[in-house]
């Protein structure tokens, strides 16, 4: 008897534990991030239990898929939301993929801080079978990626890019 009481009592204990992880990972740790990312001056839609944005992008996107493509701005087609954070929040705004905040950035000055300083803005975790199949400079970190950043940075000066006249 005591030993089912003392099972019943660990299990309890470790249902509270996983209730309060859950409860901490999915509601407390992301709307603490939105009220620092607020403060910091980076905005944008408010976090969704659970979901974040994407019930938000998916709606967007379904009801941009039934509209034709009539010309070759391809944007407000293939990715509605973050056109629309980007009109409303302009250089610079947060997103929510689930409980992860996923912070944009389109000014093209800060664009150009956050390459040159790769080390300090880590880019998020992609899951293995993307891993498997995406490689290039986009998928790299750390010295690898300079290294691939420094053989492709020729490519992209201003005189190879200019049309000849």
Request: hydrophobic share 40%.
């Amino acid at each position: 008897m005591a030993i089912a009481t003392l099972t019943g009592a660990t299990i309890g204990i470790l249902i509270a534990i996983f209730c309060l992880k859950s409860f901490y990972t999915l509601w407390w740790w992301p709307k603490m991030i939105e009220k620092k990312l607020k403060k910091e001056g980076i905005h944008g839609r408010p976090y969704q239990f659970l979901f974040g944005n994407l019930k938000e992008m998916t709606r967007m996107s379904r009801e941009a898929k039934k509209t034709p493509l009539v010309n070759h701005d391809i944007v407000p087609w293939v990715n509605p939301f973050i056109l629309h954070l980007s009109k409303t929040y302009e250089r610079l705004f947060v997103m929510w993929a689930g409980p992860t905040p996923r912070i944009t950035v389109t000014d093209p000055k800060l664009i150009k801080e956050v390459v040159n300083r790769h080390n300090e803005f880590q880019k998020p975790q992609a899951n293995a079978f993307i891993d498997m199949f995406v490689t290039g400079l986009a998928s790299y970190n750390g010295q690898k990626w300079d290294h691939h950043r420094k053989i492709l940075n020729p490519a992209f000066h201003i005189e190879k890019i200019k049309l000849p006249t």
